[in-house]
C-alpha cells in the first residue's frame, strides 16, 4: 500500500473511533506508534512502545550467574524503548557499559534525556544490531521485540502481513555476530524460534521458560520458516551461549 492510501486507511479508521483520534491528538508516545506504522521502517517488528523495570527477573539473574567473573561487561539492550531494561540491566551488572538501540527516535530522545551524563550508558536509532562491531558484546537482550502485537489473540495462520522470519533470522545473526565467544543471547516472547536459525548452530541453550508466564507473554503465537503458525508449545528458548 502506498503512503497515501495508509493515510486515507488511518483516517478512515480515526473518524470511525473518535477515542483513537482523541488518543493520537493528546497522546504523544501513541502518535510515535502510528508514524512508525506510516512510515514502516524496513526491520519493523513492534511498533508498540510496552515496557516496564525488571520484567523478567529470571532471565536477567540467570545472565549474571552466566556472566559472574567477566567484569568489565559491555551490555547490549535491543529495542530499549525509553530505558527501562537499561535501568534495569545497570542494576543487575553494576558498572557494565550498556548500549540502547529502538527504531523508534522518540523513545530514543526519552533514553537521552533519561540518562544524560551517565558515561555508562549509550543510546542510538537502529532497526537492526547491523552497525554493531563484531565481537563487542558479553550479552545482546531482546525482550518481546521480535513479534508484533497485532498477531496477539488473532488465531492467524500466517504473520508475514506483519513479519516475516527471514527478517528475523538476518536480525538474530546480526546480534550473533557482535557477541563475544561465551556471550549471551536472551530472547523472550518472539513469534520466531530462534532454534530455527541458521545462527543457533553457533548457540547452546542455559535456560528455557513457559511461554505463559506472564499476561505479557499470552496471545504470543510463534510462526516457522515458512512464516506459518506452528502447534503451541509449553516452553521456549529464551537464554543461550555462544560457542567458539
Not at 534525556?113 to 545482546?140: I, L, S
Amino acid at each position: 500500500m502506498s503512503a497515501s492510501g495508509q493515510v486515507k486507511r488511518f483516517a478512515r479508521q480515526f473518524a470511525a473511533l473518535p477515542g483513537r483520534a482523541w488518543r493520537f491528538v493528546s497522546d504523544p508516545a501513541y502518535r510515535s506508534v502510528v508514524a512508525l506504522a506510516l512510515r514502516r521502517p524496513g526491520n519493523l517488528f513492534q511498533p508498540y512502545g510496552t515496557t516496564g523495570e525488571d520484567r523478567y527477573p529470571v532471565v536477567f539473574a540467570a545472565a549474571r550467574s552466566a556472566l559472574a567473573g567477566s567484569a568489565p561487561l559491555r551490555l547490549l539492550s535491543f529495542g530499549c524503548a525509553t530505558g527501562e531494561e537499561v535501568a534495569t540491566l545497570s542494576r543487575y551488572f553494576p558498572g557494565a557499559f550498556v548500549k540502547g538501540l529502538d527504531i523508534n527516535p522518540r523513545s530514543i530522545a526519552a533514553c537521552r534525556a533519561r540518562f544524560a551524563g551517565v558515561a555508562d550508558c549509550a543510546f542510538a536509532v537502529a532497526d537492526t544490531a547491523a552497525g554493531e562491531p563484531a565481537g563487542t558484546y558479553d550479552a545482546v537482550f531482546c525482550m518481546a521485540v521480535l513479534r508484533h502485537g497485532d498477531l496477539a489473540g488473532a488465531n492467524a495462520q500466517r504473520c508475514d502481513h506483519l513479519i516475516r522470519f527471514a527478517d528475523f533470522e538476518r536480525t538474530v545473526a546480526d546480534f550473533a555476530r557482535c557477541l563475544k565467544v561465551g556471550g549471551l543471547l536472551a530472547l523472550r516472547h518472539s513469534n520466531f524460534r530462534f532454534a530455527d536459525t541458521a545462527a543457533a548452530a553457533s548457540f547452546e541453550l542455559l535456560l528455557e521458560a513457559p511461554r505463559l508466564a506472564s499476561p505479557a507473554s499470552v496471545g504470543t503465537p510463534q510462526y516457522g520458516p515458512d512464516n506459518r503458525r506452528l502447534p503451541d508449545a509449553p516452553l521456549e528458548g529464551v537464554l543461550f551461549r555462544k560457542r567458539a
